[in-house]
């Protein structure tokens, strides 16, 4: 697989000539307006074969952007769970039942468990491909199905998890310091239950004072984290490949 991080929760999967996309977005001043300024740019260069979204919130799904980019005979899919909203915007999507592989192309593609931090439906996604295996954490909040994850799938090439546990002030949920996302010590913990050889933090680098809060000196505590629990970590910035550390074969 070649893997691309996009903007924020953005990635972009490459295998035998076919593009899977997750939680890509190009327009994030809308919504709820969270996520960065000046995104990567892809829309105009990607068609893609599948679409896959974590959820429904606007810094992971934009709807405008998945019409331009997949395919006319390209496969949207998403949780069996949101399946009547996405309908709602002009899209027939696959939807997918928790633990239930689908082949589409080159890509097995599996949903698993995950918490959203407002109660909002929300899935992970196991992708697997040319021997090699990734989850995309989309927002996931921590939660008790990480141990049976790790229990289910043994290993991962690499984890894509959110690290900036956010604290929020939005208007329809009452205010709390908890964070809704990961923090650093709950991503680098993640990491090692899933027995995962390298974690790829997304999901983090917003900040608005009274609406959305980032973990505090989150990267130093992520790299403290990751050196007590002998963790690795590699930071990526948009735009840029990752570089799998493992040789394909080893799933």
Known sequence: MKLQRLS????KVESNGQILIIDAVQNYQRGASIGPENPVRFVEST????VLITHLHSDHYDPDA???VLKPDGHFIVSDQIVAEVANDGFAPLGLALNTPAQVGNFTITAVFAMD???DKQ???VIEADGQRILHGGDTMWHNQFWQLGKSWEHFNAVFLPVNGAVV??????????????TPLQAITVTRLLNADVLVPIHYGFHKDGMYHQFPDMEADLAREAESQNVEVQWVEPGSIVALP???GQV
Request: a positive charge; proline letters at 9%; zero cysteines.
């Open 8 to 11: 924020w929760a953005g990635l």
């Open 47 to 50: 068609l893609a074969d599948v």
């Open 66 to 68: 998945i019409r331009t």
């Open 117 to 119: 931090g407002v109660g």
């Open 123 to 125: 899935v992970s996604w």
């Open 169 to 182: 002030n939005i208007p329809r949920v009452a205010p709390t310091l908890v964070p809704i996302t990961l």
């Open 246 to 248: 493992v040789a394909a």
